[in-house]
């Protein structure tokens, strides 16, 4: 299974429930978009999952449905769920859920 604790670093250490999610959706992920052995693609795949685990969202599905669509509009279903908050694309810091707890290494 593709992993993504790898591509964490020096981010603070997630709770399991998004740890698990962040991996499931990396892994459904690479499995969709053929990812093999592409370590700048994964990479760029798995900094946007933890961008979206960082401002709290925790659904595989949903995370998999967003990073999809932005990667391979061709490919994706259209999201019918709620709403997912725009991640900043201009190095604003992300500030997490405040219904999420994030520790510290």
């Known amino acids: 299974m593709q992993r993504i604790l790898p591509f964490l670093g020096d981010q603070p250490v997630f709770e399991p429930e998004a740890t698990n999610a962040m991996t499931e959706a990396f892994f459904k992920l690479c499995q969709d978009l053929k990812l093999n052995g592409d370590g700048g693609v994964r990479e760029a795949i798995a900094v946007r999952i933890i961008e979206l685990a960082q401002i709290?969202?925790?659904?595989?599905?949903?995370?998999?449905?967003?990073?999809?669509?932005?990667?391979?509009?061709?490919?994706?279903?259209?999201?019918?769920?709620?709403?997912?908050?725009?991640?900043?694309?201009?190095?604003?810091?992300?500030?997490?859920?405040?219904?999420?707890?994030?520790?510290?290494?």
Do not use: F, K
Not at 65 to 70: A, F, K, P, S, W
Not at 74 to 94: C, E, I, M
């Open 56 to 105: 709290g969202e925790r659904d595989p599905e949903r995370i998999r449905e967003r990073v999809l669509r932005e990667v391979r509009p061709d490919v994706a279903r259209p999201w019918t769920g709620p709403a997912l908050p725009a991640v900043p694309s201009d190095g604003t810091q992300l500030v997490p859920h405040p219904h999420h707890r994030h520790g510290t290494r």
